[in-house]
Every structure is written in structure tokens, then in C-alpha cells.
């Protein structure tokens, strides 16, 4: 149980292009997702957290206008990085609340999504 | 601002030696969690401590949180091959909102030579 899927798994693309990936929650639900960006060999920075049917609650130093957080559904948050440049190639993450362990912060996560911008 | 604080960044160890990472934090816990990431992998949860003093055990794997609840460790006994990753504490800092927000530490690399 608890497995969060992240598509696309990788992804390419040309600078100044917007790149979209989905986070879902495949057997629970889950009011809150959190996005993170990890790069090579540190640890992970959370970007924002993502609340189905509210607006995304995002970190400071995060361009809210940049990284556009949709949490349509209790199964689904999707981050899109709009007008991507090289630096922001990097590893994203998401991981996932289970809406019913309310007594535990155990977050689940994605298998990420690896993006290079060329 | 508040930081969990991980140490030591790397460990190399040889298979069947023991080994430990330490989490602090400047201030008090909620709860604390720990995660392994395999390479190229994502973090996957271990285990989460609440009680002040608690002591938890999963084979090979304690867990500590300390008594004041702003430190933490994970000792490994005699390591194998496969405990090979990157393990990280995340904290829940006390008073924090109710969505969970954790706070990672940075980690520590761990390597075993067979």
C-alpha cells in the first residue's frame, strides 16, 4: 500500500518551454502533496505544499509565478515548470499525506521525476 | 531559521562494521522520521519516533530520539551490502501547521565495502 507514482519520469526539454509533471496517489488519498527538488548527492528542499482544493502554500525563495502547483483532486497534484531554463534541471520529488493517518506525518514518496533543460 | 543538522555527511564502512548518524535540531521535534534513499532512488520511510526517550528496533536498524526531543539517531548493527544509501531524518518542528510540513537533515551517505 501507500505508492505514489510521479510521470513523467524523466524529461527533456528546450529552455523557455513549460514542462508538467503529475504526482498521484495510487491506493489512498491524500489533501496534502509536497513538491521538493533534490540535487546530486543533497538533500531534499522543499518547494511547496500543495492542498487539494486550495491554493499551493510555497517556500521562501520559491517563484510561486515559476512553479505553477494545481492539486485538482484527493489523488492528484501536478507542478509545472513554466519558461524552464538550464538551472532549473534538477530532480523533483513529490510525496503524499494519507488522508486517513491523520496521527502520523509518514509522508510517501514518488519515484521522482528527473528534468534536464537544455 | 530552523534546521535539523545531519551528521556526518559520508560514511564508508567495510561489511560487518557497525555504523551511526546523528540528526539535531535547534529546536524541539514533534515527531522525527527517518528515510532511506538507495542511489537513484527516492526516499522511501523507516520509521517515525514521537515519545521523548523512545528506542525502536527494526532488525539490524535503532532508532533513538532523545530525551528533550531535538536529537536523533540511527545505529546500524554489523552492516550489509545492502543498507548501501543515503539516510535522512526529517522533523516535524513543534508547533508547526497541521499539514506535516517535515524538515529534512542533509543526510548521510553510507557505503559499504564487501
Known amino acids: 500500500g501507500a505508492v505514489v507514482s510521479q510521470h513523467p519520469s524523466w524529461v527533456i526539454c528546450k529552455s523557455g518551454t513549460s514542462v508538467k509533471i503529475e504526482c498521484r496517489s495510487l491506493d489512498f488519498q491524500a489533501t496534502t502533496m509536497f513538491w521538493y527538488r533534490q540535487f546530486p548527492k543533497q538533500s531534499l528542499m522543499l518547494m511547496a505544499t500543495?492542498?487539494?482544493?486550495?491554493?499551493?502554500?510555497?517556500e521562501q525563495g520559491v517563484e510561486k509565478d515559476k512553479f505553477l502547483i494545481n492539486h485538482a483532486s484527493l489523488t492528484l497534484s501536478t507542478l509545472t515548470v513554466t519558461s524552464a531554463h538550464p538551472e532549473d534541471s534538477s530532480f523533483y520529488i513529490c510525496?503524499?499525506?494519507?488522508?486517513?493517518?491523520?496521527?502520523?506525518?509518514?509522508?510517501?514518496f514518488g519515484p521522482g521525476t528527473r528534468l534536464t533543460v537544455l | 531559521g530552523q534546521q535539523v543538522m545531519q551528521i556526518p555527511q559520508y560514511q564508508h564502512v567495510q561489511e560487518g562494521e557497525d555504523f551511526t548518524t546523528y540528526c539535531n535540531s535547534s529546536t524541539t521535534l514533534s515527531n522525527i522520521q527517518w528515510y532511506k534513499q538507495r542511489p537513484g532512488g527516492h526516499p522511501v520511510f523507516l520509521i517515525q519516533l514521537v515519545k521523548s526517550g523512545e528506542v525502536k528496533k527494526q532488525k539490524r536498524l535503532t532508532f533513538q530520539f532523545g530525551e528533550a526531543k531535538k536529537n536523533s539517531s540511527l545505529h546500524i548493527t554489523a552492516t550489509q551490502t545492502t543498507d548501501v544509501g543515503t539516510y535522512f531524518c526529517a522533523g516535524r518542528i513543534d508547533g508547526g501547521t497541521s499539514y506535516g510540513k517535515l524538515t529534512f537533515g542533509q543526510g548521510t551517505i553510507l557505503t559499504v565495502h564487501p
Open positions: 500543495s492542498n487539494e482544493g486550495s491554493k499551493a502554500t510555497y
Open positions: 510525496s503524499a499525506r494519507d488522508l486517513l493517518k491523520t496521527s502520523t506525518d509518514t509522508q510517501y
